[in-house]
């Protein structure tokens, strides 16, 4: 007997090794549709500059791109439950999760604008607003409930206005819904487009404060400074959007008409703010990269970078139609070639890390 348990005991152990997908699949970020954001505000702003073959080549794209991540999410969901939930409880990772809203609500967006569908739009849309209420209400009451809270200097930063985002993408796609469909829903869909860009606003003054305030009074490390902090720019050319079709739709809505020069007053003072940190960003991004050097590598949070450009690009073309400036084309032309090459090299980047994953490479190669 002893003779055999000694046998069994040096027979090698057979370890199963997980699939390839295990590692990202647990891992996936809460932030991934900012993929669908990036791919959507690229191919709206194609459609503005005057490429539709790009247009059109990148609205199919990203229905799949998001049909494939709501697959991605659903098996992280069963399958890594309790990495999944705590996520959306994360301070740092939970408000990544709002990417789904402001996806759905650009998707939406591109089905009116581009493909000029609307039952469509209208159940992108209303997606979105459930998918705002449940994440507004369900991650801010966790993080104002919870017991264990970071430090103001370890639970912030730039994904926080992800928040502001996902509500200006509800202002945007009510906007453009407001203007193909008759009453009795007109004056209704531009009243909920005026309360989210009010609220986004508000929002927005709200969290800016608090990142602001981290970023002058405590430590600031290479690693600190994540590609969503370009959204403190992108989330005020979305708010600059959603006031540019909130003028342009006055026509159509009295209380909008009458609300004329407090519209084009605060649009231009979003615009006039995404502009300033658009310089800020560029020098921090030297510091970081050139300066500490940083290593440059893909993340998937660096679609929330690629976002802002496009989407600055896109506001600004319909701030210059609002306000009838026609002085300003130049400037979204030129940023929507930054965006479009932003993307290219985040697409590529993307690709690489999927393929090393799939050969069995370490996910973070």
């Not at 799949?64 to 399958?79: D, E």
């Not at 989330?235 to 006055?250: F, H, K, Y």
Request: glycine share 8%; proline share 7%; net charge positive.
């Amino acid at each position: 007997m002893a003779k055999r348990l000694a046998d069994v005991a040096e027979r090698p152990v057979l370890t199963t090794r997980p699939p390839p997908w295990h590692a990202p699949l647990a891992d996936l970020s809460p932030a991934y549709f900012g993929l669908v954001m990036a791919t959507g505000i690229v191919s709206l702003g194609a459609g503005m500059m005057g490429h539709p073959l790009v247009a059109r080549g990148l609205l199919w794209l990203n229905f799949g791109q998001y049909a494939l991540l709501w697959l991605l999410y659903g098996a992280r969901a069963v399958l890594y439950p309790q990495r999944f939930f705590q996520d959306l409880i994360d301070h740092l990772r939970g408000p990544g999760f709002f990417t789904t809203v402001a996806a759905s609500g650009i998707l939406a967006s591109q089905a009116v604008v581009q493909l000029d569908y609307l039952p469509l739009g209208v159940g992108l849309w209303a997606l979105a607003l459930l998918l705002w209420l449940v994440l507004t209400y369900s991650i801010f009451t966790a993080f104002t409930v919870k017991q264990e809270k970071p430090p103001l200097d370890k639970g912030i930063n730039g994904a926080w206005l992800l928040a502001v985002v996902a509500t200006q993408s509800l202002a945007v796609s009510s906007c453009l819904l407001a203007d193909r469909i008759g009453q009795p829903l007109r004056l209704e869909l531009n009243l909920l487009a005026l309360s989210m860009w009010l609220w986004g606003g508000m929002l927005y003054i709200w969290m800016m404060s608090l990142i602001f305030y981290r970023y002058t009074f405590f430590r600031f490390a290479p690693g600190d400074l994540a590609p969503p902090y370009w959204i403190n720019m992108g989330a005020m050319a979305i708010s600059t959007l959603a006031g540019s079709l909130l003028i342009q739709n006055a026509p159509h809505a009295p209380y909008l008409a009458e609300l004329l020069p407090f519209l084009k007053g605060f649009t231009l003072f979003y615009w006039a703010t995404g502009t300033w940190w658009i310089p800020m960003l560029l020098v921090l991004g030297i510091w970081r990269h050139v300066y500490r050097r940083f290593p440059l590598q893909y993340d998937p949070l660096y679609w929330g970078a690629v976002f802002p450009l496009g989407m600055y690009a896109a506001c600004t073309w319909q701030l210059d139609k609002a306000m009838a400036f026609g002085f300003l084309r130049s400037v979204p032309l030129a940023f929507w070639w930054v965006a479009l090459t932003a993307w290219g090299l985040t697409f590529f980047g993307m690709l690489r890390r999927i393929s090393h994953a799939l050969r069995g490479k370490s996910w973070t190669a």
